[in-house]
């Protein structure tokens, strides 16, 4: 009686050698996806940075804008000293303003 297991024997180790490639592949995706998701965040980040500074710009600007309205006109500056006013609701807002 002949057995012939040597072949059943190495497709047995060229499927575990498959299987280990896949296994390392796997693994590498899984690294290459942690890897996107962090510079994912970090833009995310930034880009919430750049908004924050870019609305902070904005409200310097109009505020500069405002400063030199009131300055060159006594009307405008009643007004919007009346609109600031009825907006401000903290005292250390309104101290700011005289109101």
Same mark, same amino acid.
């Given at each position: /009686?002949? %057995?012939?297991?040597?072949? *059943?024997?190495? /497709?047995?180790? +060229?499927?575990?050698?498959?299987? !280990?490639?896949?296994? =390392? #592949? &796997?693994?590498?995706?899984?690294? *290459?996806?942690? #890897? ?9 980040? !930034? ?13 310097? *600007? &109009?505020? +500069?804008?405002?400063?030199?309205? /009131? #300055? +060159?006109?006594? =009307?405008?500056?009643?007004?919007? &000293?009346?609109? &600031? ?10 101290? *700011? %303003?005289?109101?």
């Amino acid at each position: /009686m002949v %057995f012939y297991i040597p072949k *059943l024997t190495v /497709m047995t180790k +060229s499927a575990e050698n498959i299987e !280990k490639k896949i296994e =390392a #592949q &796997l693994e590498k995706l899984k690294q *290459l996806k942690a #890897q996107k998701q962090a510079i994912e965040a970090r833009e995310k980040t !930034k880009q919430k940075e750049q908004e924050r500074k870019d609305d902070t710009r904005r409200k310097i *600007l &109009l505020g +500069s804008y405002l400063i030199k309205k /009131m #300055q +060159s006109n006594e =009307a405008n500056k009643e007004k919007i &000293l009346a609109e &600031l006013n009825e907006y401000l609701i903290e005292d250390r807002d309104r101290k *700011l %303003f005289n109101l």
